[in-house]
């Protein structure tokens, strides 16, 4: 996942600097005065989120699978554990009848 994160802060970083580029060339229009900044960071959200969509289709999928592979063995270790809590709690009470 931390894999997956960084390629997407490495295109977003990427749009960034082609929009502020643009803008500072004057291929794209300033924003409203201090507002320039801003107008850059949400052109490169908007710019950057279908490109990473499309480019990052296979390390998005990878890493979802990985998500899934650790919920199901968490999910395992849980049910293991219930298994054997309730294993104790049976011979405890079988002990006492």
Do not use: H
């Given at each position: ?25 004057g ?30 289709r296979?390390?998005?999928?990878r ?11 968490a999910?395992?270790?849980?049910d293991?554990n ?16």
């Amino acid at each position: 996942m931390l894999r997956y994160t960084l390629m997407r802060l490495g295109v977003f970083v990427g749009c960034f600097l082609a929009v502020w580029g643009l803008v500072y060339s004057g291929m794209l229009p300033r924003g409203l005065g201090d507002s320039n900044l801003l107008w850059v960071l949400l052109l490169a959200l908007v710019v950057s989120a279908p490109i990473s969509f499309v480019v990052l289709r296979k390390e998005r999928d990878r890493a979802s699978a990985d998500v899934v592979a650790r919920v199901d063995r968490a999910k395992a270790g849980l049910d293991a554990n219930r298994t054997q809590e309730d294993t104790a709690d049976d011979l405890a009470r079988a002990q006492r009848s």
